[in-house]
């Protein structure tokens, strides 16, 4: 293995971390043009549609989101130990999950469909455009959850740059099919199905050509490999944990919204608001708990605590002074934020009222994104779910004490809170993660 691959620099922290960084600003831009192409037509119908129709996707994808977390570690470490047979046998594995998954979904779409409609009913116009939507896009699902594992591979073996050319010609592809087949061939919400559709099978065939060092060799078909019985049990476990793990995370974000509508339509409006703020604390946070994620794997797979150590720590230092940025940014630009956001007065100052939360967001989060990073380079994830109850606890017993007393502002707390006991229990659970490593 060569020095570049064993030395841990600033340098090369930078180079995983900030096309990830990139590539995640271009996510929200998509939802905007999707949303602003219906909006020509002139009908509110359509634009609920797409959005309710999206929502639904992500929200049966989003099961799947352990598949990129579990790919990221585990190849990781088989490159660190310098298995690259290894590596790419665990894409291939990650890629017949997706399609056995991607095919069932095709297969029983009219159950998901009904049982979505079901939790989330909508008027018979808005539900009859998003089914035309969803039964467009549903054949995408093999695709879309292939590039979990794709982009999981990709991060492994740093090569983020990859993962942002594949975000900007997915964006970018599906920005250009959406104003011809919408505004231009007049196709409507199914156009902007379409585009998606399209989008997601040249990415996922994009994907697939920068990831070609793992079909370079015979191992991506060593069968008796791929279906190793402890391979596969590993996986299980480690992409088991992470799906609980996600489950908890998703399921306290959710009973912050559920909360919030019981504090006011006003506050409400102004708690979305600044949820958007988090929103961005989340994408910036992620490429250095991804670039964690990658240099701790390595360091795990070649048994080197040194390695483990420096990575984290050179991780953590970047991550911590882009927190103190984004604060300081948020304070700065905050209230010109939210006055572009929304246009009546009481959600403007309600808004400020509540900003400190948003300002103290990201370096109150900061401990937890980077631990969140090492554990999943670490693959460990059974102490990454046990963290995980421990800190969802603690928020419970936040809501019933600080929503009750302090209303909002005690609900922005608890929240704060989740986030605190998320990077603690984590952090106790480190120099045990660091002793097993190697010497």
Avoid at 271 to 293: K, R, Y
Avoid at 308 to 330: E, H, K
């Amino acid at each position: 293995m060569s020095s570049a691959d064993t030395d841990i620099t600033h340098a090369r922290v930078l180079r995983i971390a900030l096309p990830i960084v990139l590539s995640n600003a271009t996510v929200p831009i998509l939802g905007a043009v999707d949303t602003g192409v219906v909006g020509q037509m002139g009908q509110a119908a359509p634009i609920g549609a797409v959005g309710i129709g999206a929502a639904i996707l992500a929200a049966v994808y989003w099961i799947f989101g352990f598949l990129r977390m579990g790919t990221t570690g585990m190849a990781a470490q088989a490159r660190g130990a310098g298995d690259w047979g290894e590596t790419g046998a665990l894409l291939m594995r990650g890629l017949l999950l997706a399609f056995t998954a991607g095919a069932l979904f095709i297969i029983a779409q009219a159950a998901v469909f009904w049982g979505a409609f079901a939790l989330a009913p909508a008027s018979p116009e808005v539900e009859t455009l998003a089914r035309g939507y969803l039964e467009v896009r549903i054949w995408g699902a093999p695709a879309t959850i292939a590039l979990y594992a794709v982009t999981g591979w990709l991060i492994a073996v740093e090569r983020t740059r990859g993962v942002f050319l594949l975000q900007v010609w997915m964006n970018g592809l599906n920005i250009v099919l959406d104003l011809w087949f919408v505004l231009g061939l007049g196709w409507g919400v199914e156009g902007v199905a379409l585009a998606t559709l399209i989008a997601e099978w040249t990415g996922l065939a994009l994907g697939l050509y920068l990831c070609r060092d793992a079909f370079a060799g015979d191992q991506w078909r060593n069968w008796a490999r791929v279906f190793d019985a402890a391979r596969l049990r590993r996986m299980v476990q480690v992409n088991g944990d992470i799906m609980v793990r996600s489950v908890l995370l998703t399921g306290s974000f959710t009973t912050f919204l559920f909360i919030s509508s019981g504090v006011g339509d006003v506050n409400l409006a102004a708690n979305q608001i600044l949820l958007q703020f988090l929103s961005v604390t989340a994408f910036a946070l992620d490429g250095f708990a991804f670039a964690a994620e990658a240099l701790v794997g390595g360091a795990v797979g070649a048994r080197a605590r040194a390695r483990l150590r420096r990575a984290a720590v050179i991780a953590a230092q970047w991550s911590t002074g882009g927190a103190v940025l984004m604060g300081a940014g948020f304070a700065l630009a905050g209230p010109a934020v939210i006055d572009l956001m929304a246009t009546a007065p009481e959600v403007r100052d309600a808004g400020r009222v509540y900003l400190l939360w948003a300002v103290l967001a990201p370096v109150l989060s900061v401990a937890s994104y980077m631990f969140d990073g090492i554990y999943i380079g670490a693959t460990w994830t059974r102490e990454m779910r046990r963290a995980m109850v421990q800190a969802v606890g603690v928020y419970v017993l936040a809501l019933l004490v600080l929503v009750p007393a302090f209303g909002n502002h005690g609900l922005w707390a608890s929240l704060m809170v989740l986030n605190i006991a998320r990077g603690v229990t984590l952090g106790l659970r480190y120099p045990r993660l660091e002793a097993q490593v190697g010497t």
